[in-house]
């Protein structure tokens, strides 16, 4: 009785799931009939396909409110020595540009010349023929030759060239606007065109990605081009800037595209050097600003050199750390200092390196001094510097302290190197060099005396802004130089990392109120740097200035050692010194001028482009 009622108990589970699994069936049925009746209407060439065309219209197509028309080019001139599609690429029009290339057969073209050489050749000996047909039978006679010598002595190809363009417009009042346009633009390059009426879907097509060249619309646009002939439709000639790892920059004047800059690729540059240049209020230091701000973002050490007072917010803003140098300020740095980072492992001559640097500083101070004046200067500096135990020998700026029970040596800090008052008690001992020891006394007992300290800051930030505002205009050139060479070492700390040394008013180091010396030093700045993963930005509006040093020796060197050169809003006489200096056009020249505030003509690599420095809103709120 029991074994009865377990096996009914059995069968009822077996039906329950024979049940499931029939519904399980069903379920799975009609799903895959819902999927199949999906599959059957749409699949994706209807979903890429547009939901209205208009054909009615010989002049135009109207795809979903967007008008489109076409225009062949049917024929060039006969020499081109340019690319004749750059100033079509480089408008802002909305277009596509379809080039066709086909290769003719060499043997069957030579063949085909040579057979209409000799037919031609009996014609020009008929004297019935008039004037006009002698005329027009004797140039494509003198082209045929040309040809098939080309194709038999130069090894050249023959093809024949079909190109169309494609413009469209939201109505058709700003479609036929840029039709004119681009008929213009292609008629001033030697371009004939003529409009594709009746022939819009063929020559719209030949502008999509699929490689058709309709046969109703080839006869119109067929050209035969020679191999050198096709140099000039080369169309991948705008003049967008595009660097994959690049900070953004602003857009293209002329085409709305996109600059983005990646200064650091070696690669593509051969440094990361820049020159911004601009009168006061065309906005090279908002571009300038907007350069430390995203460069800071991706971890790039900078150092500025701020003379003006211009980037204290911004350091703020960026937690940076504000170096102020001047009568009311607490910071110092020892001109005499020798840092252990001021020659790179391996290598010797820590004094000797320092004496050059020195040299310059002094030059700022005593005016330019001749090689006798010169010579005794650098036995004072070394008598300075033999007072502290310090010798041509690197050994002896390396000192032993004991620390945890332990004997360490490491190498001489600020404390252990003479400071300006130790220099000027030497020269007070030689009556020879009293000159140079009265100019010296503002330096130790005057409003300079600041500059006579033992330095006291530690750099670690990425950021670091040297304020030398304080020292008011005259001096100013001293404290750029000691910043400069302070950060300079800093720069040669690690080859990997990135870093870049902004220099404002660059001109105060390298014009007429410097010396040869301190010029020297900027210019090796901007020639080695790039081995030390650095750039260095030369800022200025005062481009006289910037060239006034030995005939603009040192302005021309710095110039010609930047990769990207940026220049904003310049007066006239400012552009008449950059054009001895640089290779701008006349146009260019007229366009510098003319720049509105926050346009910019850049040179990048071989590239010029009229470019709108742009920013967001968070981003001038951090700037401004």
């Known amino acids: 009785m029991q074994m009865n009622t377990y096996k009914k108990k059995v069968i009822k589970i077996i039906e329950k799931i024979k049940e499931i699994i029939k519904k399980i069936i069903k379920d799975s049925k009609e799903e895959t009939n819902q999927i199949n009746l999906y599959k059957g209407t749409i699949d994706d060439k209807d979903k890429m396909s547009p939901s209205y065309i208009n054909l009615s219209n010989p002049k135009y197509i109207e795809i979903d409110g ?228 995203r460069n800071k973002l991706l971890g790039i050490e900078q150092y500025v050199i701020d003379p003006d007072r211009e980037y204290t917010n911004l350091c703020k803003k960026l937690k940076g750390t504000l170096l102020q140098i001047g009568p009311t300020s607490n910071t110092y740095v020892n001109i005499f200092d020798i840092r252990k980072e001021s020659i790179e492992e391996n290598e010797k001559g820590y004094l000797a390196t320092k004496i050059s640097k020195l040299i310059g500083f002094f030059n700022l101070i005593f005016g330019e001094m001749d090689e006798e004046e010169k010579a005794i200067i650098e036995e004072k500096i070394i008598e300075c510097y033999n007072n502290k135990g310090i010798t041509f020998e690197d050994k002896t700026l390396y000192k032993t302290i004991k620390k945890k029970d332990k004997f360490i040596r490491i190498f001489k800090e600020s404390k252990d190197m003479p400071i300006l008052e130790d220099f000027y008690n030497i020269l007070e001992r030689d009556s020879t060099t009293k000159i140079f020891k009265t100019k010296l006394i503002p330096f130790i007992k005057g409003s300079l005396k600041f500059l006579n300290n033992y330095t006291n800051i530690e750099i670690e930030n990425k950021l670091i802004i040297a304020d030398v505002y304080a020292l008011g205009e005259e001096n100013l050139k001293y404290g750029m130089y000691i910043f400069t060479e302070l950060f300079w070492d800093k720069i040669k700390i690690n080859r990997k990392n990135k870093k870049a040394i902004y220099l404002d008013e660059i001109w105060r180091l390298i014009g007429v109120t410097s010396n040869k010396n301190v010029a020297s030093f900027i210019y090796k700045i901007f020639k080695t740097i790039r081995k030390y993963g650095g750039s260095a930005v030369a800022i200025t509006q005062d481009i006289s200035d910037l060239f006034s040093l030995e005939n603009g020796t040192y302005g021309k060197s710095i110039l010609n050692n930047s990769s990207i050169k940026t220049f904003f809003s310049l007066e006239e006489e400012n552009i008449k010194i950059l054009a001895d200096y640089t290779n701008i056009t006349e146009k260019e020249k007229i366009e510098i001028k003319s720049l509105k505030r926050g346009e910019a003509l850049m040179f990048v690599g071989d590239n010029h482009i009229l470019t709108k420095i742009e920013s967001d809103k968070f981003e001038k709120q951090i700037v401004e």
């Open 66 to 293: 967007i008008y489109y028309s076409s225009i062949i080019i049917v024929d060039y001139f006969r020499e081109q020595d340019d690319l004749i599609l750059k100033n079509l690429i480089d408008t802002n029009i909305n277009m596509n540009i379809s080039l066709f290339y086909e290769k003719q057969d060499t043997y069957k073209t030579i063949k085909d010349l040579t057979y209409h050489i000799g037919n031609v050749s009996v014609d020009l000996k008929d004297a019935n023929k008039n004037r006009q047909d002698i005329d027009i039978a004797a140039f494509t006679y003198n082209d045929a030759k040309y040809i098939r010598k080309q194709m038999q002595i130069e090894n050249e190809e023959l093809y024949f060239l079909y190109t169309y363009i494609t413009v469209y417009a939201k109505d058709k009042k700003e479609l036929e606007y840029n039709l004119s346009k681009v008929e213009g633009i292609a008629q001033s390059r030697g371009l004939q065109t003529k409009r594709a009426y009746f022939r819009q879907e063929q020559t719209f097509k030949t502008n999509l990605p699929i490689m058709e060249n309709n046969v109703d619309i080839k006869n119109a646009a067929k050209r035969n081009v020679l191999t050198n002939g096709i140099i000039s439709t080369y169309p991948f000639i705008s003049s967008s800037i595009f660097d994959e790892n690049g900070i953004y920059i602003g857009t293209n004047i002329y085409n709305n595209s996109l600059v983005f800059i990646d200064r650091y690729d070696t690669n593509k540059y051969k440094n990361a050097n820049m020159c911004i240049f601009g009168t006061s209020g065309a906005g090279k230091s908002f571009y300038t600003k907007l350069l430390i701000l």
